[in-house]
């Protein structure tokens, strides 16, 4: 992956944020131009379509993800914690820039661009297989039932995990000031007691 100018980086961010806050339909080059304040010509001296700066969601996601897991499994704490670390990061993330959580409903996004579609699905069997490897281990040193599934535990976090950001985001937009990390905290303290 090629390094990003910072122009570069402000139009992807600026197009997930059109994408998240006005729909995928009001993504569009004029669109991304008028809210950066440059011209359309401007904007493909940086990228040559639209389907690139999708592309540059996709590079910022992995990025992203990647920067959360490491923070997460690094340092110090059992496979529950690090695990329960990976989801709070990725809470904080969404907090700071709430535009990212789009990218956890990609067919949104990226429905029409199957191979844009499969990078992202591909992201997330990664992450799916990274966390269900932390439930092995957790269970193996006997920190949660023997008869817990990574699998399906993986699958109910993660399921959990994205329902939570779903409501956070229309009740943030509506009320403000829901923390999205306080609820995920409260959601793995539930989770971890289930299956312990």
Partial sequence: MQEKSARQEEIITVALTLAAEKGVQELTIRNVAQAIGISEPAIYRHFT????ILSGIIDMLVAIRKEAWEQSVTGQGDPVARLFRFFINQARQFERFPAL???LFPDELFRNDAELLNRVQEVMAATMQDIRELIAQARSLLLLKQDVDPY??????V????????????EASRAGGVSLVTQVEEFLKKAAAMFA
């Fill in 49 to 52: 379509s639209k389907r690139e």
């Fill in 101 to 103: 959580a789009i990218i």
């Fill in 152 to 157: 399906v535990a993986g699958l109910l976090l």
């Fill in 159 to 170: 399921g959990g995990f994205r329902l939570l950001v779903s409501s956070w985001r229309v």
